[in-house]
Each structure stands twice: as structure tokens, then as C-alpha cells.
């Protein structure tokens, strides 16, 4: 069930991100999310999703780690924060590759992209990442991939999370899987200025 011709997600997403943390100055939620796609229907990354976890869970993969806390802390803490309500229960996540169903299925995350990181380029394994300096708010980037094409994407901007804070990288990461999943959703009530679109 390959997908080919998914890597239209081909702009920087970090112009997203940008707008993401000039909104969340003006708003009371502290965590601002875009959900980004190459589909109108706001079921596509779902039933993807849904498909590639039927046979088991869905691979959590860093491409990077800012944190002190180890990395597989860091999967583990996004994997246990994805199953369950944020993904709707239609799928669980493992950050263990030896786990996944179809490891070639994986939801794949970037901390603090630089300007020119696409979502192809986070589902390409053989593609380097460039970062930014890591500083002011922490900008993320998500993708489901099936192997290196994009089949949804998310950008978040929250604010700087603590050494060691698994609550906040958890809250994060709840929040992330619900815009990337849930029906119908632009992006955390967004505006409509800012649609669903290809990257």
C-alpha cells in the first residue's frame, strides 16, 4: 500500500511555524498547531493512519533530540502521549521499531527546523536537517510518512519546555496527534486565512 507522488509537501514549512508563534502571543492556549495536507479531505491522514496501525502500533522516530533527557525517553513520552484520546483510539504508537507493524509507517518529528525543512525532507531518512538556533519558542515539525512520501503534516509552536519536563513534551505531543488526526480539523481552529494545504 505504497503511496507514491506524496512528496507535493515541498515548501518550508517553518513561514507556518512563524505565523503559528505570532498567533499564540495573542491568544491564552500556549501551544498553537497548523495541520498541513495534500488533500482537502480531512480523513485522508486518518485513514492512512488507521490502515498502517491495524496490525499493530505506528512507529514514533526522532530525527533529532534537543533535549538532555535521553531520546528514547523522549520517543517513549511521545508514544505513550499519542495513544488513547489524541489519536481517537484508532491506533496505538511504540517508539520501539522492533514493535511497529509496519515500520516503514512512522510518525516522524524534527525539533526546531531550520528555515528551509520541508516534510519530504523529514520523511526522507537519507536527507540531512538543518536546525535553528534553539532559542525562544520550541517550533516542531510532523510528519506520517510511508518510507520517504509525506502523507500529513502538523507545525507546532509552543513555548520553551523544561530539561527533564515530560509532562510539557507530553502535552505537546497530545496535541500534535489530535490536529494530525481529528476529522474536519484546519489546525487548531485556525482561521480561515490559514487553510489546509499542501507544504
Not at 490502515?51 to 513520552?77: C, K, M, Q, Y
Not at 516522524?108 to 535553528?132: K, M, N, W
Not at 481529528?182 to 507544504?199: A, E, H, L, T
Request: hydrophobic share 40%; net charge neutral; with cysteine.
Amino acid at each position: 500500500m505504497k503511496r507514491h507522488g506524496l512528496d507535493l509537501m515541498a515548501r518550508p514549512a517553518i513561514a507556518g511555524l512563524a505565523l503559528l508563534g505570532l498567533a499564540a502571543c495573542g491568544t491564552n492556549d500556549p501551544i498553537r498547531s497548523i495541520n498541513y495536507a495534500n488533500s482537502p479531505d480531512s480523513d485522508y491522514t486518518r485513514d492512512f493512519m488507521q490502515w498502517a496501525g491495524s496490525s499493530g502500533p505506528v512507529l514514533i522516530e526522532l530525527r533529532d533530540n534537543p533535549f538532555p533527557i535521553g531520546a528514547a525517553v523522549v520517543a517513549r513520552t511521545i508514544a505513550e502521549a499519542s495513544n488513547g484520546a489524541p489519536s481517537g483510539g484508532i491506533v496505538t504508537f511504540t517508539a520501539n521499531p522492533a514493535d511497529a507493524a509496519r515500520p516503514e509507517w512512522r510518525v516522524v518529528y524534527s525539533f526546531y527546523p531550520g528555515s528551509a525543512v520541508t516534510s519530504a525532507q523529514l520523511c526522507d531518512e537519507s536527507r540531512q536537517l538543518a536546525h535553528r538556533p534553539q532559542e525562544g519558542r520550541l517550533e516542531v515539525l510532523v510528519a506520517f510518512c510511508n518510507e520517504r512520501y509525506v502523507i500529513g503534516s502538523v507545525g507546532i509552536s509552543a513555548p520553551p519546555i523544561a530539561p527533564g519536563d515530560t509532562v510539557g513534551l507530553a502535552q505537546l505531543a497530545e496535541r500534535g496527534m489530535t490536529d494530525l488526526l481529528q476529522p474536519g480539523k484546519r489546525g487548531n481552529d485556525y482561521p480561515d486565512k490559514y487553510p489546509r494545504r499542501s507544504m
